[in-house]
């Protein structure tokens, strides 16, 4: 299942969502990766570790005797909510944290139309960074479009390929700032993908940039 | 040799030494020695086991225990986030609290009790202060059938030790900043693209855990 991914985190990426500085959209990117693939979700856990041994280590600060009557009475009386129980029934596109936030299936997305049989869904995350699932149908191209920031796309289904390569189910893109790119969706297979931005895309032409307000990005 | 003053490289140490299983408590006793403000070596003590009893027994003085050992280190953690003392005792009720519902989710052979309660202050962290929904990662099966070994627990919790020691033992630039990028507001932008730390042989471990899940996830 995972040995088939190419295309990972980086290791700045990594120690972010270890640390938990990173934007909510970047998270939700990361979680879905890591769910899909081993490789990253041991070097998380291995960063999660680099804070755990940070923890034993700085000074502590002292924490009074009501702080610890008041543990005992949550663990003794406290009513626990189902322990963030997961709703979304599985599904063979979408894993569980993009679950969460579709609040359903791969059937629930609520696919807007954005020109060229492309479709997305734009995903409630906090403002710092944008997060949207893309359909692409067979074949077809996203427009060539440069980035003011950083843009990371997960592919969910089907395949792309652009100037640098070719980015099957699994495998994440980092495109940086500067880096102009073309994705084209696989000719045998719809493409779902899940991208990210932390700032607004820059499209090359008049027909993009008409398209961007559409887009919300 | 954990606590001998020579520098080591984590990389360089043999999973699951020869010594490891062998040696007693007493062996062991010698670690965090640069440690500040700190009373006694709290490392060795067998948080595993706490989490144990809390897990199988509901066991409230293991509780205690846990509870006084982390939750001063929560509490400074989430006040070095921004939060004023009473919204960090607040939160650090409600961590320490999880950390008793959710025994049952903590995996030894995968993270130190010090690296499973700093994701659950980090998460409410996130809850909290940064004031965020957390995207939580597909959930790994974890029940009895997929128990580990013994001998896989004492491994990655010796490595957990040896990371703690590299870390200290880091040029002390290099250690604030990294402690920053855990503890203080370091955005991910200035978190350096490569943070050099000395994590292949754990990382190695963790990656073998997450393979024996798999597969019993596949047997069920
Ligand atoms: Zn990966």
Redesign the pocket.
């Known amino acids: 299942m995972t040995h088939s ?1 190419n295309h ?2 980086s290791e700045k990426l990594i120690a972010g969502y270890a640390a938990g500085t990173l934007p909510e959209a970047v998270n939700l990117i990361i979680a879905s ?2 769910s899909l ?1 081993d ?2 979700r041991a070097e998380v856990e291995a960063h999660e570790a680099v804070g755990g041994a940070i923890m034993e280590r700085v000074e502590s600060a002292e924490v009074s005797e009501a702080c610890l009557s008041g543990a005992l009475d949550l663990i003794r009386n406290g009513a626990w909510s189902a322990l963030d129980q997961r709703v979304a029934a599985p599904d063979p596109v979408l894993p569980a944290p993009l679950r969460d936030y579709v609040g359903g299936t791969l059937d629930d997305v609520n696919w807007r139309p954005v020109g060229m049989g492309v479709k997305q869904a734009v995903l409630e995350t906090s403002s710092e960074a944008t997060a949207r699932l893309l359909y692409i149908p067979a074949g077809t191209a996203v427009p060539d479009h440069g980035h003011s920031g950083m843009e990371l796309t997960l592919v969910l289904k089907g395949a792309f390929s652009d100037e640098l390569d070719r980015f099957a189910r699994g495998d ?1 893109e980092i495109a940086h700032e500067d880096m102009q790119h073309t994705p084209i969706a696989d000719v045998s297979e719809d493409c779902i993908c899940l991208a990210v931005t932390d700032a607004p895309l820059k499209f090359k032409g008049l027909l993009p940039r008409l398209m961007q307000p559409f887009l919300k990005i | 040799m954990l606590g001998s003053s020579a520098p080591f490289d984590a990389n360089d140490v043999t999973p699951v030494a020869a010594g490891v299983l062998s040696r007693g408590g007493e062996g062991m006793r010698t670690v965090g020695m640069k440690r500040v403000g700190l009373d006694t070596p709290e490392m060795t003590e067998d948080w595993v086991g706490c989490l144990v009893r809390i897990r199988d027994n509901r066991d409230e003085a293991a509780f205690v225990e846990v509870f006084e050992h982390f939750a001063p280190r929560v509490k400074a953690f989430l006040m070095r986030g921004g939060s004023d003392n009473a919204l960090a005792e607040e939160c650090v009720q409600e961590v320490m609290a999880t950390v008793w519902h959710k025994s049952a989710m903590f995996d030894a052979s995968r993270a130190s009790v010090a690296t499973w309660i700093f994701t659950i202050a980090r998460n409410k962290k996130i809850d909290v202060l940064r004031k965020q929904r957390r995207p939580e990662p597909e959930d790994l099966p974890w029940g009895p059938e997929a128990e580990p070994d013994q001998a896989d627990i004492i491994g990655l919790q010796q490595e957990n030790r040896q990371l703690g020691e590299a870390i200290a033992s880091l040029p002390e630039k290099q250690r604030a900043l990294i402690e920053k990028a855990y503890f203080g507001d370091l955005s991910h932008s200035e978190i350096a693209d490569e943070t050099g730390l000395p994590l292949g042989t754990i990382k190695s471990r963790i990656r073998l855990a997450l393979e024996r899940l798999r597969h019993a996830m596949d047997n069920t």
């Open positions: 991914i990972h985190l990766h890591i693939c490789t990253c994440i």
